[in-house]
């Protein structure tokens, strides 16, 4: 069951839902675009999900996910696994596999998107460095709202993975968090996040089945 809000100074023609995107969706007007961004680890069942995009969507209409590869990467050699970035991350990838959302999932929405019907789709990867390392200057502001984004969400993004995946108490993840907290901000390790854009529409008429 939606819930429907109530927000001031909006169009008139604009207006917000709460819902349970998990659940069988209820709405009877079909969409010309579905959007969802930074969703990895949301789903149980992505093929579901994205099986109610294709279905809720009106013919030629499009279906955008941007998400990231949950991996923290580098190209020259200055991240390794003995950091505590690299083990935050696969820590995370362990707990949230054991609790049945994984975090690896979106490595698999290109086939999953044409298996679910969607046509003309296209995937687009991007480098988001994890603070302002990057030499140029688009990279290096793309660097610095990372690290705000993702340092200032870093407590949020593990606890409950870190304690009801592995175990620990809210302490240790705490403790732990100080020296991510160093990786991430630290110039000298060159790494970043890989974004993964992907696209598809839904076909202008249903494929025939005579």
Not at 4 to 31: A, G, H, Q, R
Not at 107 to 120: C, P, S, V, Y
Not at 179 to 191: D, E, F, S, T, Y
Request: aromatic share 12%.
């Amino acid at each position: 069951m939606y819930q429907e809000l109530t927000i001031p100074s909006v169009l008139m023609n604009c207006k917000f839902e709460i819902d349970d995107v998990e659940k069988e969706w209820t709405l009877t007007k079909p969409f010309d675009f579905i959007f969802s961004r930074m969703m990895v680890g949301s789903f149980a069942d992505w093929e579901r999900y994205l099986e109610q995009t294709f279905e809720h969507l009106a013919p030629g209409g499009w279906i955008e996910i941007i998400d990231c590869l949950f991996s923290i990467e580098s190209d020259d050699g200055t991240l390794n696994d003995d950091l505590a970035i690299m083990q935050w991350v696969n820590y995370l990838i362990e707990a949230s596999t054991d609790l049945g959302r994984p975090l690896t999932e979106e490595k698999r929405h290109n086939q999953r998107l044409i298996d679910a019907g969607f046509t003309n789709v296209q995937e687009k990867l991007f480098k988001w460095p994890t603070n302002a390392w990057a030499r140029d200057k688009k990279h290096k502001e793309v660097g610095l709202w990372t690290l705000t984004n993702i340092g200032g969400g870093l407590e949020g993004l593990s606890m409950a993975l870190m304690t009801r995946g592995l175990g620990w108490d809210k302490e240790e993840v705490v403790t732990f968090l100080i020296q991510v907290r160093k990786g991430l901000r630290n110039p000298r390790i060159h790494a970043y996040w890989p974004i993964v854009v992907l696209y598809g529409q839904k076909p202008l008429a249903e494929p025939s089945t005579v």
